[in-house]
């Protein structure tokens, strides 16, 4: 569309419009006519507006089509449009039916019809949604996008009609078109975020992206062709954000020209901006101005002419669309496929819109659109057509008085009061939705806070059970210990010594030498596992107080000096050093589902120290609940399964050294010497090597950890390690 033809368009400017010729019209419009632009071959569509009129329109069509017909041959001046072709001839016309409906290149007739079709024939593209499976219904869609527009974003969106696309497709896959009425709507659902998420109990999808219609676009004229138009198209980006698109136009010789096209996604911004009338970029103010739809062309399907439907065609034989011939039926015609239209006669389908009768019957049509639009008065239309208008035979109306009612100072306060409370009603509105919102949200934080709190009930009463049951098993086994230990153990040391003073001879030598050995060995393995009940069933620290304990009662000679001996004696500090700890390594493999092992490994061994590996992400305010007994220290690791997680015991003095190698715990305990603890989890694609942990190694280091290294096999891993 170019600037000459665009400004005439809006301007009303009819002399303008006459003394061009129909070439140049021609190649103006020829922007204008894009690919949205629907062709009158689909009765279905035609039946889908008309649904409501159908029985009114089968009675009187047919009287009506020819009163219409003749009332816009009296209303519309014919047009000369001459056709140049590549050949000579100039005199190749071609007759578009047998029965008085013949179009000639050198007269267009513009029906109410093909009016009524330009300017009410689905004005917005349809959204095509595409499912793969299922069978979702019309109406189901259309409720489920209504209704999920409604609550979720309070948006009417407006409908017109929808329907299951007539294409076919491989595995099940159908298509759905939706129509909306208004720009509005069409913009609110640009976005995928307002759609619902399946339909239907269905999933969905979008097969392609929508192009912007023309009634969310905008024409800046005036733009000067040597101005930076990446400058341009920033600067206007960045003070509007819903533009998606900013098109230099060009001429019928590709061409650029000053004109600018503006495609938007929002309604209330262009017409804001068309309010407004102007635009500022880069400090400079451009005019705007609207960007025309383009008309609709109105063909038959029976006989391909153009300007009315297919019920008031009155040929009885239907036309190609291809190769032009008239047939009987079209199902049984064997095409020649050779192209050929009916309108020029050139190589080219009759419905094409490359046509030149086609572009310049959509040039008259649009010229006849513009001037009922541009008319001065709606009462205007209703004038009869043989009448001549002149203002000098009638006296101009007298000058309206001025109303009292704009001065009145009150019905201003009134109308800034009414103005103030739509705001408040407004912002009440939005309150309310947000207010709905939390309500929902604190529902749904109660109902999950009752489920763990059952879930806790249920995991207290499992562990109370399975505490009780571990009792109970080591009281079997405390049983079975007492068994060994006080009869078994010694009814063999008996025996052993029994066959021991058998073995020998009168002079006290052994008879068999391998038999002694062996029952010595069977002493030393007695005795090992009598010292390891004792250190099982006491720490190394408590069993050398037992062990002091029990010498100062061998030393006293009274009862009373050793009660005075423990009287006298001076308790630590809580802060004192341990001479001693227990520690224990434990890869969890997942502290999220395994706390509860853990739990109970803390109840049944007595430990100072408890290192876990491979923890994954944890939530460190729900362990710090639970392992309240401990002081917790934590390292990420490089992925969601790693992480090492420390726990000491509160009276140990401990720091931690920094460290940001992932997976990597570094802690310096506190005792009669500073010894320092690693605790270590190496996955195989760890991003640091063992050199690294050099630097945090002393004097006196434990690493405890999972190196993913096997000493034995793994040759060079090994030796770094």
Not at 23 to 29: A, G, T
Request: proline share 3%; with cysteine.
């Amino acid at each position: 569309m170019t600037s000459d033809s665009v400004s005439s368009l809006h301007r009303g400017d009819q002399h303008h419009l006459q003394v061009k010729n129909d070439d140049v019209i021609e190649s103006e419009l020829r922007n204008m006519l894009t690919s949205n632009s629907n062709n009158a071959l689909d009765d279905h569509l035609t039946h889908d507006l008309n649904k409501n009129n159908k029985k009114k329109q089968k009675q009187n069509t047919r009287d009506e089509s020819q009163a219409l017909n003749a009332g816009e041959a009296s209303r519309v001046n014919p047009t000369t449009i001459n056709i140049v072709d590549s050949n000579p001839d100039h005199n190749q016309i071609h007759a578009v039916n047998d029965n008085q409906h013949r179009l000639s290149l050198n007269n267009f007739v513009i029906t109410n019809e093909s009016t009524r079709f330009a300017q009410t024939r689905y004005p917005f593209p349809p959204l095509v949604l595409r499912f793969s499976s299922g069978k979702v219904t019309v109406n189901q869609i259309k409720e489920s996008l209504l209704d999920h527009c409604k609550k979720n974003h309070q948006f009417d969106v407006q409908v017109i009609n929808c329907r299951l696309s007539s294409h076919i497709f491989s595995d099940n896959e159908y298509d759905i078109l939706i129509y909306v009425k208004d720009a509005a709507s069409f913009s609110f659902l640009l976005d995928e975020a307002h759609w619902p998420s399946v339909i239907g109990n269905k999933k969905y999808f979008f097969p392609s992206t929508l192009a912007i219609p023309p009634q969310l676009c905008l024409l800046i004229k005036n733009v000067d062709l040597h101005i930076d138009f990446y400058e341009f198209c920033t600067d206007i980006r960045t003070n509007y954000s819903h533009i998606k698109n900013i098109i230099r136009m060009k001429n019928k010789f590709q061409n650029d020209i000053k004109m600018v096209k503006v495609e938007l996604t929002s309604s209330s911004v262009r017409d804001e901006l068309l309010n407004k009338k102007r635009i500022i970029v880069n400090y400079i103010i451009y005019d705007i101005i609207e960007y025309l739809a383009p008309a609709n062309v109105l063909i038959c399907s029976t006989c391909m002419a153009l300007g009315y439907f297919k019920k008031q065609c009155t040929q009885i034989k239907e036309t190609c669309r291809t190769c032009g011939d008239q047939v009987e039926d079209m199902k049984n015609h064997k095409c020649s496929n050779v192209e050929k239209c009916v309108h020029c006669g050139r190589n080219h389908k009759s419905s094409s819109l490359k046509c030149p009768v086609v572009k310049s019957f959509r040039a008259e049509l649009t010229r006849k659109i513009l001037q009922i639009d541009n008319q001065s008065s709606p009462d205007s239309r209703l004038l009869n057509k043989n009448v001549i208008f002149n203002s000098t035979n009638f006296p101009p109306p007298p000058a309206p008085k001025s109303s009292t009612l704009l001065l009145n100072p009150m019905m201003v306060k009134l109308d800034e009061l009414i103005n103030k409370l739509s705001k408040v009603k407004d912002r009440l509105d939005k309150f309310e939705a947000k207010h709905d919102k939390f309500e929902q949200f604190i529902s749904d934080k109660n109902r999950n806070d009752e489920t763990i709190i059952q879930n806790m009930n249920d995991m207290s009463n499992n562990y109370m059970i399975l505490r009780k049951d571990v009792v109970q098993q080591n009281f079997f086994i405390e049983r079975h210990e007492n068994l060994f230990c006080k009869l078994l153990i010694p009814m063999l040391e008996d025996v052993f010594t029994f066959i021991s003073a058998k073995n020998q001879n009168q002079k006290g030598n052994p008879l068999d030498a391998d038999l002694k050995c062996r029952i010595n060995r069977y002493f030393i393995q007695m005795k090992k596992a009598t010292e390891a009940k004792a250190n099982v069933s006491l720490s190394s620290f408590d069993f050398n107080l037992l062990s002091e304990i029990l010498s100062e009662w061998e030393d006293s000679l009274f009862l009373d000096s050793c009660l005075s001996l423990w009287h006298n004696y001076v308790t630590l500090h809580k802060t004192s050093f341990h001479s001693s700890l227990h520690v224990l390594s434990f890869n969890v493999r997942g502290l999220e589902l395994r706390w509860q092992e853990v739990l109970l490994l803390i109840s049944s061994f007595n430990f100072d120290i408890l290192i876990l590996l491979e923890t994954g992400n944890i939530e460190l305010p729900f362990f710090q609940k639970i392992f309240n007994n401990f002081k917790m220290f934590y390292q990420k690791g490089e992925n969601k399964n790693g992480g090492v997680l420390v726990l000491l015991k509160l009276d140990i003095q401990v720091t931690r050294i920094e460290c940001k190698l992932p997976n990597v715990c570094i802690l310096d305990i506190k005792g009669e010497e500073v010894l320092r603890i690693a605790g270590v989890y190496a996955p195989e694609s760890k991003s640091w090597t063992w050199d690294d942990l050099s630097q945090f190694l002393s004097r006196k280091c434990v690493v405890f950890g999972d190196f993913n290294v096997d000493i034995d096999h793994d040759g060079k891993k090994a030796e770094t390690l």
